[in-house]
């Protein structure tokens, strides 16, 4: 029977879209001289914890939540999705905001205010062993790993729970706002605290443009990843195993936006490899067929959160067909 709970550490970001829907701004939406906004729970690292939880994986989140409204707001979402907030700290700072556009496409492009903001501003004294708890596996990403001050005492947690779970990072590349080098600098350290490693290739462009991705993720394994998933939108998924790779075709919906379809899809990877009793090591039993199964659930629930508008990651029972039997 796997450990009961994924711990998720990282962000809460309050997304603010154009009034109206999370969307462009129609006709009419704004009067002149307004611009009104309507502020949906956001964040990747927060994003994934829901999605964990909606799908049946008990998820513990570690974040430094503020006092604030938005706070209360992320609170709020976190808890009605079942979400383990007792690793959390209330903090003093403030939320951090994203204002975020669609293209046409429904892609997001976000501007963010964080400077100073709670979710970066983690002490090695808060971010203990103890707050993690025993969990199968650790996952984390996107700005937690990259804003100091805090960034440093992620990682120093990473290297301890390697001991003990298995370990899991999403970059989730943010360029305009995080100078591309600090990825290229920092992603061969993370693949050697990582067991797993998902990117989109968007990401993967960005951080090692025109270089092919089989050469790319061979050093990323070479530095200690053995799992490696790149998302390519409606293209599927290419999983690597060690240098074995596999694609996953991604099914075929109607898509609304895909705000936190990367976020769902990785909380579907770790939902399946937890409930097979994969994670809470370093999937070293973990083969190529098992690692495209999960990549497979993985897009489907990708997919139904592209469906509807914003982070909503379906529930389990959206998936009932779909979900994996706990091994026993």
Not at 11 to 20: H, I, K, L, R, T
Not at 82 to 93: F, I, K, P
Not at 176 to 198: H, N, P, Q, S
Not at 241 to 268: N, W
């Amino acid at each position: 029977m796997p450990r009961s709970q994924v711990a998720v550490l990282g962000e809460c970001v309050a997304d603010a879209f154009v009034s109206g829907s999370p969307s462009q701004a129609g006709p009419g939406s704004t009067s002149q001289g307004e611009l009104a906004l309507r502020v949906l729970p956001g964040g990747s690292p927060a994003n994934t914890a829901v999605a964990l939880a909606r799908l049946g994986t008990s998820a513990r989140f570690l974040g430094r939540i503020s006092h604030d409204s938005f706070g209360a707001l992320f609170r709020a979402h976190l808890g009605a999705s079942g979400v383990d907030l007792t690793g959390s700290v209330t903090a003093e700072e403030p939320s951090t905001l994203a204002v975020a556009t669609l293209d046409e496409s429904g892609q997001a492009v976000y501007t963010f205010y964080a400077e100073g903001s709670a979710d970066w501003q983690w002490t090695a004294a808060e971010l203990t062993a103890e707050r993690l708890g025993d969990v199968s596996c650790l996952h984390t990403g996107s700005l937690a790993l990259v804003r100091a001050p805090g960034a440093e005492p992620v990682e120093e947690l990473l290297a301890e729970a390697a001991a003990r779970a298995t370990v899991s990072i999403d970059p989730n590349v943010r360029a305009g706002f995080v100078d591309l080098a600090v990825y290229r600098e920092r992603m061969t350290r993370w693949c050697a605290l990582a067991d797993i490693v998902k990117l989109s290739d968007d990401d993967l462009e960005q951080i090692h443009p025109d270089e092919p991705f089989e050469r790319i993720c061979d050093a990323w394994h070479a530095a200690g990843a053995r799992l490696i998933v790149i998302t390519r939108g409606s293209r599927g998924a290419t999983v690597s195993l060690d240098g074995e790779r596999a694609t996953v075709p991604a099914p075929p919906t109607d898509v609304v936006d895909t705000v936190g379809a990367g976020d769902s899809f990785t909380a579907g990877l770790l939902h399946r490899l937890h409930t097979s009793g994969r994670l809470g090591g370093r999937l070293g039993d973990l083969d190529l067929d098992q690692a495209r199964d999960a990549a497979a659930f993985a897009s489907r629930v990708a997919a139904l959160t592209c469906s509807v508008a914003g982070a909503n990651p379906p529930w389990a029972r959206d998936l009932a067909d779909e979900a994996p039997r706990p091994t026993v």
